[in-house]
């Protein structure tokens, strides 16, 4: 299918790596010049060389702290108008309830709420101006139904929904859409990390962790950083101007729920 996206510009945060890494490439496929954001630089200028050479579209890389003022900034400012928008930065730590503060759910917040918001508000205008735009924000199945363990997550991430659901309203008429794209458990270093501490506490290996937690997902397997960035290149589309405000979950069936 043709996305009918080619020659257009997106802003692609956290992208060196995992998820953005996946909606990057998927984007990039489609002939989409591409900003791209992670605070690492080398392993940034070697996903990015890698997709100028499989695609041909113009990457610019920006090295900087998507979740810091300055960084923001920095990015922004490398960006300048964009049609595309992919919000996206590392998750909060795992806990109980009774380990977190005000700090750690202002740290949460700034993250994984504001940061997306502020990227929104400076992006936005120039989207409607333009009357056409698209904003995909990578936020997790946890939105649906909560990841105990995750309550940061759970809170900062349900917020920025609560935003989005209001926002996209908004802005829908000047033919801008915004939506959430929920991820189950994918092949990333996030869930490899998550293995090897669910492995640690359990006394088993990588290897029993990860069946232990693809015997949850109906599918019976992780799901693939392609995958998630083919969902995210489509909800980028021509084709996905009447879908606005949605949260869809890509997680292999994982969230037991009838809607
Ligand atoms: P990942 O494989 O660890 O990749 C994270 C990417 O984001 C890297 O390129 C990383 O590069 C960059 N990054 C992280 N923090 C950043 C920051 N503050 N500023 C700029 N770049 C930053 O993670 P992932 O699995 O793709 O996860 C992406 C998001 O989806 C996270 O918020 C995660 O919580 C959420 N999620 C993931 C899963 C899953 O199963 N993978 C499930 C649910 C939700 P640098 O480290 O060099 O900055």
New binding site residues.
Partial sequence: MDLGIAGRKALV??????????CAEALAAAGVDLVM?????E??TE?AEAIRAAHGVTVTTV??????ED?RAEVLAAAGDVDILVT?????PPGVWSDWGREDFIKALD??ML?PIALMTELLPKMIDRRWGRVVN?????VKAPIPA?GL?NAARTGLTGYVAGTARQVAQHGVTINNL??????????V??DGGVAEREGITIDEARAKREATIPVRR??T?EEFGAACAFLCSVHAGFIVAQNILADGGATNATI
């Fill in positions: 945060c956290a992208s060196s790596k995992g998820l953005g890494r996946g954001n992670a605070r690492g630089a392993a940034l996903t090295a900087a702290d998507i979740t810091a960084g996206n930065a590392g998750g909060p993250a994984n940061t990578i936020t997790s199945q946890s995750l997550s929920l991820p189950g458990i994918h092949a990333t270093d996030r869930a990390s998550l992780y799901g950083a």
